[in-house]
C-alpha cells in the first residue's frame, strides 16, 4: 500500500539511458562508427532511390550501351544501355527490403521459440529445437533455393526463403541467452511475488537476453544481403528487368573483359554492404558483452 | 527440332575448364606434340544429353553425331538443298506416291559390317513404329521396303514434296545398322557410317577416332575432341591460347572486336532459327487479335535483335530468313506505339495491362530480349512480368498452357512446311498458343502435297502472311551462325544450318 520512496526509485535510474550509453560506446569504437555511418547513409539511399536516381533504372537504350564510366552515366551504362548508378542505387532499396524482411521473419518467429524452447525447457525445448536442427542441417543456400523452387521466384518469395532459413540460427542465439538468464535472481524474484509467465518473458527475460540477438541480427543482415545477391545471380531471387546487385553482377559476368563496370560497381556495394553490417555486429558485440563493456566505460573515464 | 541452347549453363563444363585449364598450358597448339599431334579439339558448349540420334532432341548431341552417321540424303552445305550420300539417286513414281532409292555400293558400318538396304528399312521402321521424335516427318509414309539389296522403296499415303527434307535434313534421321538398338546400348554406343567413329564420352569430352574406311575418304585429322566449356569468355580465351581449335561458342558481344583479332579466324553466316514471341489464346485478353496486334506494332525488332545479337541477327517479321527460296518479304509491323495505344483501347482493355512472359536461363538471349521487349511494351500500358524459368520447367508450364506468353526459337528448319504446319495448323503438335484458322489449315495442307516449288511458294506466302496478321507467333528476328577457329585451319565450312562437319578439316 505505501507507495515506494521517491528518491530511491531516482537514484536507481542511470544517469543516461541505457541505449544512449551504448551509443556512445560504438562511437568510441571507429570502425563500427564507420560503419553505421555507411550504413545510414545505405539506409538512405535505399529509402529516396526513386528520388536520388538520375535515370529510371529500366529505360533501356540500345544506343547507348556499354559505355564507360563518364560524367553522363558515373558508373557507365551497362549491355542494354541502363545507367548503371540509377540501377545500383534502386538496387540498394531491393537488397535492404528484402534483407531487413528476411532477417525481420527470422527474428520474429525465431526469437519466439527460442524464448519458449529456452524459458519452458523439457519437452517444449525438445519439440521446438529438434525442428529447429532439422532445418539447420540443410545448407543455407540449398534450403532456400527449395523454397524457391516451391514458392516461384521473385524478391518476396527470396525474403521468405532466406527467412526461413535464419530461424534456427536465431532460435538457438534466443534459447543460449535465455536459459542463462531464467536462472537469475530477478527472475526467480519475480516469479516468488506472482509475475505471469507473460510478464516474466516480455519484462525480464527477454530484455536481458536480448543483447547477442541484436548481434545476430546485424550479422544476419550481412547474410541476408548476400543470400539475395546469390539467390538473384541463380536467377532465382529478383526477376530482371529489376535492379538487383547479385542479378547485375550474373549480367555483368559475360562482359568482364570488355566492360569492367558492369559488374564492378553492383560487386562494391554488395562488398561494402555486408562489410558495414558484419564490422557493425562486431562493434555490437563488444559494446553489449557486460564484461567487455565495463573494460570499455571504465577505459574512458 | 527444337535443340538445346549451345551456351547451355552446365556445372559439369565449368569444371571440365577448371580440370584442363591446367596441364596443357606449355603446348602452343597446332603442331604441338601434347596428345593432340593432329587432332582437332573443339569447344562446345553443353555435352551430349545421349547418343541416340532416333531419340536425343538436343543440339549438343546433333553437333558429335553429325561426323558420326550418314542419312540417305544430305543438304548442301552451300544452299541446303538436297544431295546424294547414303542413296546416290532416286526416281518418283507418275502419282508422286513411291519413291524409289538407289543405295551406295561399298559401304561399311564403324564395326566392318557391310551397308544395305535392310538398315534402311531397320531405322525408318525403328523411328516409326516406336514413334521416336521424328516420326511425324513419316506422317505420310505408307511403308518403307527393301527391293532387292541396293533400293529402297518408301510408299506414301499423298505427294510429299519435302520428302528429302524430311529424311535428310539432319543426323536425327540417321541409318543405324539392323538390329543396332538390340545388339547396342545406343544412348552411349554408336555404330555409323560416317567419316568418324566414337570412342569415349564422359563428362568433359567426347573423342572420335577418324573411320579409315569411310565412303567418301578417311578424312585428314586422326580424330576429333569435343571438349565442353559452358562460359563462351572461356571457349574464347581457350581458342585465342591454342588450347583449341574451334568453337562455336563465341560471345555475341565480342563479334565485333575479334574482326581485328589475329589469334583467332571467325566467320558468321545466316542461320534458319527464329525467335519469336508466343501469347496464349486460352488467356484472355490474349485470345483478341487487336490486343495481339497492338503488341505487334508496340515491338521494335531491330532494337530486341541489336541487344540480344550486337548486329549478329536480322530482324523479321515471318519465320523463314531471307537467303532462304522460300523467304518472303513481309513487314506490315512498324513500331507505332500510338496505333498499339487506339488497339488496345478498341479491343476495351484497360491499361495497365498485365502480361506474364516466361523465358529461361537456358538461353541467356530470352532473358535479354525479354526485358527490351517490357521496356517496349511499358510504353504502350503493358506491364510485363518476366519470369525466368529452368527449361524443364518452362516445357512443363507451355505444355499445360500455363503461360500469357513466351520467347522461343526454333533451330534448323529447311523446308516451310517445317517452318509453319506444326506450330499454326489448329491442333497442331507444336501450336500451343492454340491457333485456329481455317483458311490457314487449308493453305499448310495444300502447301504439305504442292510438289512444284514457285507454286508451293505462293501458298506458303499466303499462309505467312494470315499467321504475321493474326500475331499467331510474333516474330522476331534470325540469328547469324557465329564460329571462330584457329587462323590456317582449312576445309570447314559453317553452315546456315549449323551442322557442324569435320569430315575434309585439315589442321594448320
Redesign the interface.
Known amino acids: 500500500m505505501t507507495a515506494p520512496p521517491e528518491p530511491a526509485a531516482v537514484s536507481l535510474k542511470p544517469a543516461r539511458p541505457r541505449w544512449r550509453e551504448t551509443l556512445g560506446l560504438l562511437a568510441r569504437n571507429p570502425t563500427a562508427a564507420v560503419s553505421a555511418v555507411l550504413l545510414l547513409a545505405i539506409v538512405l539511399i535505399a529509402v529516396f532511390d526513386e528520388t536520388l536516381a538520375p535515370q529510371g533504372p529500366?529505360?533501356?537504350s540500345?544506343g547507348d550501351?556499354?559505355q564507360s564510366p563518364s560524367w553522363a552515366h558515373p558508373f557507365g551504362t551497362d549491355?542494354?544501355g541502363r545507367d548503371i548508378l540509377s540501377r545500383v542505387i534502386l538496387g540498394a532499396g531491393v537488397s535492404l527490403r528484402v534483407g531487413f524482411l528476411a532477417v525481420g521473419i527470422a527474428l520474429v518467429i525465431g526469437t519466439v521459440i527460442g524464448l519458449l524452447a529456452g524459458f519452458y525447457g523439457r519437452w517444449v525445448d525438445d519439440v521446438l529445437m529438434r525442428i529447429m536442427d532439422m532445418l539447420f542441417a540443410f545448407p543455407a543456400v540449398l534450403l532456400a533455393i527449395a523454397v524457391l523452387a516451391v514458392r516461384?521466384?521473385g524478391s518476396g518469395n527470396t525474403a521468405l526463403a532466406i527467412g526461413i532459413v535464419y530461424i534456427p540460427v536465431f532460435a538457438r542465439v534466443t534459447r543460449a541467452s535465455v536459459l542463462g538468464v531464467r536462472e537469475e535472481v530477478y527472475v526467480r524474484a519475480s516469479r516468488s511475488v506472482g509475475a505471469s509467465d507473460l510478464r516474466l518473458l516480455t519484462r525480464h527475460v527477454l530484455p536481458n537476453a536480448a543483447p547477442p540477438i541484436i548481434v545476430q541480427t546485424s550479422i544476419s543482415l550481412a547474410f541476408a544481403v548476400l543470400a539475395e545477391a546469390a539467390l538473384s545471380f541463380l536467377?532465382l531471387g529478383t526477376?530482371?528487368?529489376n535492379p538487383s546487385w547479385g542479378l547485375m553482377l550474373a549480367e555483368g559476368r559475360?562482359?568482364?573483359?570488355?566492360a569492367w563496370w558492369l559488374a564492378f560497381f553492383p560487386g562494391m556495394a554488395i562488398f561494402l554492404t555486408v562489410l558495414c553490417f558484419n564490422l557493425l555486429g562486431d562493434g555490437l558485440r563488444d559494446v553489449l558483452d557486460p564484461k567487455q563493456r565495463t573494460l570499455m566505460a571504465g577505459g574512458g573515464r | 527440332m527444337r535443340a538445346t541452347r549451345p551456351l547451355a549453363l552446365a556445372a559439369a563444363g565449368a569444371l571440365a575448364l577448371t580440370a584442363c585449364g591446367g596441364g596443357d598450358s606449355v603446348d602452343t597448339g597446332g603442331g604441338g606434340d601434347g596428345g593432340g599431334d593432329n587432332t582437332l579439339v573443339a569447344a562446345v558448349s553443353a555435352q551430349p544429353d545421349q547418343l541416340d540420334p532416333h531419340v536425343t532432341t538436343a543440339y549438343a548431341s546433333f553437333q558429335v553425331l553429325e561426323n558420326v552417321y550418314d542419312t540417305l540424303v544430305v543438304p548442301d552445305p552451300e544452299d541446303l538443298t538436297m544431295q546424294p550420300s547414303l542413296a546416290t539417286e532416286w526416281e518418283t513414281s507418275e502419282d508422286d506416291l513411291e519413291w524409289r532409292f538407289t543405295l551406295r555400293d561399298g559401304v561399311t558400318f564403324h564395326d566392318g559390317s557391310e551397308f544395305d538396304s535392310a538398315d534402311v528399312v531397320y531405322s525408318y521402321n525403328r523411328i516409326i513404329d516406336e514413334e521416336l521424335s521424328n516420326s511425324f516427318r513419316f506422317q505420310n509414309v505408307e511403308s518403307v521396303e527393301a527391293d532387292g539389296p541396293e533400293t529402297v522403296v518408301i510408299r506414301l499415303t499423298q505427294p510429299t514434296p519435302n520428302l528429302l527434307e524430311r529424311i535428310g535434313s539432319f543426323k536425327g534421321m540417321a541409318i543405324l545398322p539392323e538390329n543396332a538398338a538390340e545388339d547396342l546400348d545406343l544412348t552411349t554406343e554408336a555404330n555409323g557410317t560416317g567419316p568418324f567413329q566414337l570412342e569415349s564420352s564422359d563428362a568433359s569430352s567426347t573423342v572420335l577416332t577418324a573411320y579409315e574406311d569411310y565412303w567418301d575418304g578417311a578424312p585428314s585429322v586422326d580424330g576429333v575432341e569435343f571438349r565442353y566449356i559452358t562460359?563462351?569468355?572461356a571457349a574464347l580465351t581457350a581458342l585465342q591460347n591454342g588450347e583449341v581449335q574451334w568453337t562455336d561458342n563465341v560471345?555475341p558481344?565480342?563479334i565485333e572486336?575479334l574482326g581485328d583479332d589475329d589469334s583467332v579466324e571467325l566467320e558468321t553466316t545466316a542461320s534458319v532459327d527464329y525467335w519469336y514471341m508466343s501469347m496464349n489464346y486460352a488467356r484472355p485478353p490474349f485470345d483478341n487479335r487487336d490486343v495481339r496486334r497492338a503488341i505487334s506494332f508496340a515491338i521494335d525488332r531491330e532494337?530486341v535483335a541489336?541487344?540480344a545479337w550486337f548486329g549478329a541477327a536480322q530482324a523479321n517479321q515471318t519465320a523463314i530468313p531471307e537467303d532462304s527460296f522460300f523467304y518472303y518479304d513481309y513487314a506490315p509491323f512498324e513500331r507505332d506505339p500510338e496505333q498499339a495505344r487506339q488497339l488496345l483501347a478498341q479491343a476495351g482493355v484497360t491499361t495497365p495491362l498485365t502480361m506474364g512472359l516466361m523465358v529461361t536461363?537456358e538461353y541467356p538471349e530470352t532473358?535479354?530480349a525479354?526485358?527490351?521487349i517490357?521496356?517496349?511494351l511499358?510504353e504502350v500500358g503493358i506491364t510485363v512480368?518476366?519470369?525466368?524459368?529452368d527449361f524443364a520447367t518452362w516445357l512443363d508450364r507451355q505444355g499445360e498452357g500455363d503461360y500469357d506468353a513466351f520467347f522461343l526459337g526454333w533451330l534448323g528448319n529447311l523446308d516451310p512446311a517445317a517452318y509453319y504446319q506444326e506450330q499454326h495448323q489448329t491442333d497442331g503438335p507444336n501450336n500451343y498458343q492454340g491457333y485456329s484458322n481455317p483458311q490457314v489449315d487449308q493453305l499448310l495442307q495444300q502447301g504439305a502435297t504442292e510438289t512444284e516449288d514457285e507454286a508451293r511458294k505462293a501458298i506458303y506466302d499466303q499462309a505467312a502472311q494470315i499467321i504475321v496478321d493474326d500475331v499467331s507467333y510474333l516474330y522476331l528476328y534470325n540469328p547469324d551462325v557465329v564460329q571462330a577457329w584457329a587462323p590456317g585451319l582449312s576445309g570447314y565450312q559453317i553452315r546456315a544450318d549449323k551442322a557442324i562437319n569435320f569430315e575434309n578439316v585439315e589442321l594448320p
Do not use: H, K, W
Not at chain 1, 559475360?254 to 570488355?258: A, E, K, N, V, W
Open positions: 529500366n529505360e533501356i540500345v550501351r556499354l549491355d542494354l516461384g521466384a536467377g526477376q530482371p528487368p559475360g562482359f568482364i573483359d570488355l | 562460359e563462351p569468355a560471345p558481344q565480342q572486336s532494337e541489336e541487344a536461363d532473358v535479354t525479354a526485358q527490351v517490357a521496356g517496349q511499358e512480368e518476366i519470369e525466368t524459368l
